[in-house]
């Protein structure tokens, strides 16, 4: 029986991969999420986040009648639980994986990583304050609606 034998690199590529993929996983849901968020919301100005906001928008712009709304609320307070728990799922996964990620690594490589944590959180907030999710909105860009 012939056995082949890896190269370094070849070795070092998988392992490039496999760590990659929680975080690849993370990033498809995050964005698929996303997607359908801002589908099922319009043009997304945090209706998303408030039931019966979503609700008064909608019969705002398509004119719902009352028994529309009567049968349109409960999908869309469905909805809204169903996307609170898979961000709370999500949140748990990263942070699940980012703490496997730090046990492999070195102290020196620890704080690197520490580092490149806080630069991503400077630009999370960053992104968030100049696109107005900021603080004063509250959880999730939750505030009031300017057309």
Partial sequence: ??????????????????????????????????????????????????????????????????EQQDKILPIIEDKHQKMEALHSQMKEFRQQAMGKIEAELTPEQQKKWKEMQE???EKMKEYKEKHGKGE????????????
């Fill in 1 to 66: 029986m012939t056995r082949s034998v890896q190269s370094p690199i070849h070795c070092l590529s998988s392992l490039g991969t496999t760590l990659r993929w929680p975080s690849t996983l993370l990033l498809i849901c995050a964005l698929s999420l996303f997607g359908a968020t801002a589908w099922a919301d319009g043009d997304d100005h945090g209706y998303g986040h408030d039931p019966q906001a979503q609700l008064e928008h909608l019969t705002k712009k398509l004119d719902l009648t009352k």
């Fill in 119 to 121: 630069k991503r959180q």
């Fill in 136 to 147: 004063t909105k509250g959880k999730h860009g939750k505030g009031e609606h300017h057309e």
